[in-house]
């Protein structure tokens, strides 16, 4: 089983950064993929970005690459995401998960159901 634990949310200005931290326990996250996904108001949970174990390959959805940078330190158990230029539609809850990560396919890491663990999420709110 792995734990997962996300933090780092918080009300900021659209334009301003948040860096967002998902602590794992209960097992080594260094053979998971780890994603993010969001849920905003009234919508469904999606995709926002994924790293493969090493690092290998890392995928971010269309609205937010160049703004966000998903990263990992397995010494720390620990995944990143590191988040630009924040605009009003990027508000939502944010979730951490870890998957097995068989497929190098960008729409593998998109899908909820390749993801075994998930976190309890944590709120970001940006205004405008």
């Known amino acids: 089983q792995v734990q997962l634990l996300e933090s780092g949310g918080g009300l900021v200005q659209a334009g301003d950064s948040l860096r967002l931290f998902c602590v794992a326990s209960?097992?080594?996250?260094?053979?998971?993929?780890m994603g993010w996904f969001r849920q905003a108001p009234g919508k469904e949970r999606e995709f926002v970005a994924a790293?493969?174990?090493?690092?290998?390959?890392?995928y971010y959805v269309d609205p937010v690459k160049g703004r966000f940078t998903i990263t990992r330190d397995d010494a720390k158990n620990t995944v990143f995401l590191q988040m630009n230029s924040l605009k009003p539609e990027d508000t939502a809850v944010y979730y951490c998960?870890?998957?097995?990560?068989?497929?190098?396919?960008?729409?593998?890491?998109?899908?909820?159901?390749?993801?075994?663990?998930w976190g309890q999420g944590t709120q970001v709110t940006v205004s405008s």
């Open positions: 209960g097992r080594t996250i260094s053979m998971y993929a």
């Open positions: 790293i493969r174990w090493g690092g290998t390959n890392i």
């Open positions: 998960a870890a998957g097995h990560g068989y497929s190098r396919a960008e729409y593998y890491y998109s899908q909820e159901a390749n993801y075994h663990y």
